[in-house]
């Protein structure tokens, strides 16, 4: 209809979150097609795309083929494929071989990771994560503390739980979004277990916020994008003000010695909006 935005108002954006789901057995079975990566395990990654994905595989310009490879993910939604590549550039065009495309994209420093849809003719809706290397978020080492090739394994692991929890809030909620409660959830699953807890002051580096300001100048502009431009620092404001509950509630759980699953459902059953009316009552 004219004159109708496209945008989301913050609330409805902050207004979104989960169902609980009843979920007796986990991990859940694997989806079909896990089995057509089998043998991945057992074969060199490129020699494998090469022959089972597309072998246009072999004409992207691979700057460390010897840091490739595959394997697979156990998660709470059953296994899934991982394809590590060694650095952004390789990163890029491996999201492209699986994508079906013939050139890479320009994708940020801040992006090492996605739970994809695969759109090649040979895996046409396969799920498999793509993980590439570096600081989580671009992130400095010394923005936390650590050392740099401490902090290079240690966001390795957190991309990794990032993404198996992207997975499994797909299987057991029914949808994954790029939204902010959906991030959340992931990289706060991911922090427990690369930096042994969910902390508030860290969240704010991976997202590119300050305390007390409207504006982002990091990943959580990107899941941003369907708000209308003149609501998002609502947004930004609101998730600034919810990340120190969060980390509470976390660490409670955590004590509690919660389960993946139940640390899972208490994150994305809450909307942000709720976390911030409770706050504020």
């Given at each position: 209809m004219e004159g109708t935005s496209l945008f989301l108002t913050a609330e409805s954006y902050l207004s979104r979150h989960y169902q609980a789901e009843n979920v007796e057995i986990l991990p859940l079975a694997d989806e079909s097609f896990v089995s057509f990566w089998a043998e991945t395990e057992r074969n060199d990654a490129l020699d494998f795309l090469a022959e089972n994905v597309s072998d246009a595989v072999l004409r992207f310009p691979f700057k460390n083929t010897a840091a490739l490879r595959i394997f697979f993910a156990e998660t709470l939604g059953g296994r899934l494929p991982v394809i590590v590549t060694g650095n952004h550039e390789d990163f890029c065009c491996m999201e492209a071989v699986l994508n079906g495309r013939d050139k890479a994209s320009d994708i940020p420093l801040t992006v090492n990771a996605f739970t994809m849809q695969a759109r090649a003719a040979n895996i046409y809706r396969h799920r498999v994560i793509l993980l590439g290397s570096g600081p989580y978020s671009n992130i400095p080492a010394s923005r936390l503390g650590l050392e740099e090739a401490d902090w290079v394994e240690r966001s390795y692991h957190l991309r990794l739980v990032h993404e198996c929890t992207h997975y499994e809030t797909l299987r057991l909620f029914g949808a994954m979004r790029n939204h902010a409660l959906d991030e959340i959830a992931a990289d706060a699953l991911g922090q427990i277990a690369a930096l042994g807890s969910f902390s508030a002051?860290?969240?704010r580096l991976f997202f590119?916020?300050?305390?007390?300001?409207?504006?982002?100048?990091?990943?959580?502009?990107?899941?941003?994008?369907?708000?209308?431009?003149?609501?998002?620092?609502?947004?930004?404001?609101?998730?600034?003000?919810?990340?120190?509950?969060?980390?509470?509630?976390?660490?409670?759980?955590?004590?509690?010695?919660?389960?993946?699953?139940?640390?899972?459902?208490?994150?994305?059953?809450?909307?942000?909006?709720?976390?911030?009316?409770?706050?504020?009552s």
């Open positions: 002051a860290r969240q590119g916020l300050v305390p007390g300001k409207d504006s982002c100048t990091g990943r959580l502009a990107f899941y941003c994008r369907g708000v209308d431009p003149k609501e998002r620092p609502v947004v930004y404001r609101a998730v600034n003000a919810v990340l120190e509950n969060i980390e509470q509630e976390t660490a409670c759980l955590s004590a509690q010695k919660k389960q993946k699953c139940d640390i899972l459902e208490s994150l994305l059953c809450v909307s942000i909006l709720e976390r911030l009316q409770r706050l504020q």
